[in-house]
């Protein structure tokens, strides 16, 4: 069972930074695990792809972000990394850790992103 455990989140004004990070066990090292993104859903709204880093390395983000926000990994510590910076009030929202073996997905619990005007 893997488990995904999110933290990082609180309350920042705009233009401020902020990192989440997620840390990862019940499974091998995560440079194994097809995909670690970052989900993010804000109330009335489905939940969206943020960014991605994949087994190989590679990243992709979604275009809200891109420039602005950086996925990264430490292999050591099993965990993967979001850092936000520049933040704008419409990235308020619950972030979500997911981890995609290829056959099955794990959620986080969701740590929550406040940023102010």
């Known amino acids: 069972q893997v488990q995904l455990v999110e933290s990082g989140g609180g309350l920042v004004q705009a233009g401020g930074s902020v990192t989440l990070s997620c840390e990862v066990s019940?499974?091998?090292?995560?440079?194994?695990?097809?995909?670690m993104s970052w989900f993010r859903q804000s109330p009335g709204k489905e939940r969206e792809l943020v960014a991605a880093i994949f087994s190989g390395g590679t990243t992709k983000y979604d275009d809200s972000v891109m420039g602005r926000f950086t996925v990264s990994r430490d292999i050591a510590y099993n965990s993967v990394y979001l850092q936000m910076n520049n933040l704008k009030p419409e990235d308020t929202a619950v972030y979500y850790c997911?981890?995609?073996?290829?056959?099955?997905?794990?959620w986080g619990q969701g740590t929550r992103v406040t940023v102010s005007s």
């Open positions: 997911n981890a995609n073996l290829g056959y099955t997905d794990y």
């Open positions: 019940g499974t091998t090292s995560i440079r194994s695990i097809t995909a």
